[in-house]
């Protein structure tokens, strides 16, 4: 585990120093995650804890995400989420949001289609609807998975911006998995952000 970990530090390093950097045409960022996760049967209860960098908007901040839903079907969950947003010389932003997520798996391929609902109740309130789908892979008799996922953010026929994944997991444990992944992410009205996200999810 170490012969993996080692290599994907050193790789994370130089992208992550961009985007403390002090080069105004930088459009590069750095977020750190973890999430932890509880089932109660048909329940679920999620805590997310996310800091952001974004150099080129010279951006930073932190946001949680706090979750509680219900699997409806066997394929179906429903949840709601409060997520209050903090972000240094700005006022705290709370949103809420209610979120459908449709799941089918078949051997180690699973397709996910997430719909999510986003309200500011803060300042000039807004909607968003943030819509993803999700191709995820697990290698077999490994420990390894990969996943793609496009999400676009609009409201009515209003595009916003548009977040494409590519990632990479490693479960460290039964109940801890380390992920990885980069973003290409696309805006209305500024260049494009190139983010490298870094971060640790538990289910307990």
């Not at 078949?106 to 993803?132: P, Q």
Request: some cysteine.
């Amino acid at each position: 585990m170490r012969k993996l970990l080692l290599p994907l530090i050193l790789l994370t390093l130089p992208v992550l120093d961009l985007s403390a950097g002090n080069d105004g045409e930088s459009t590069f960022g750095g977020w750190f995650f973890t999430e932890v996760n509880h089932d109660f049967k048909n329940l679920y209860v999620t805590e997310y804890l996310e800091h952001d960098n974004l150099e080129y908007s010279r951006t930073e901040g932190w946001f949680s995400r706090t979750s509680v839903g219900v699997k409806v079907l066997p394929w179906l969950k429903v949840g709601v989420n409060y997520t209050p947003s903090f972000s240094p010389g700005n006022a705290t932003k709370h949103f809420g949001e209610v979120d459908f997520v449709g799941s089918l798996k078949s051997g180690d391929l699973k397709v996910s289609i997430r719909e999510r609902y986003r309200h500011c109740f803060t300042g000039a309130s807004y909607n968003e609807l943030r819509s993803r789908f999700k191709v995820a892979y697990s290698l077999p008799d490994t420990r390894i998975g990969f996943y793609l996922a496009p999400e676009v953010f609009t409201w009515g026929d209003r595009w916003m911006k548009t977040r494409h994944y590519v990632a990479w997991t490693y479960d460290l444990r039964d109940w801890m998995q380390l992920e990885t992944y980069y973003i290409y992410y696309a805006f209305k009205n500024t260049p494009a952000e190139h983010v490298i996200g870094i971060g640790l999810n538990f289910n307990i």
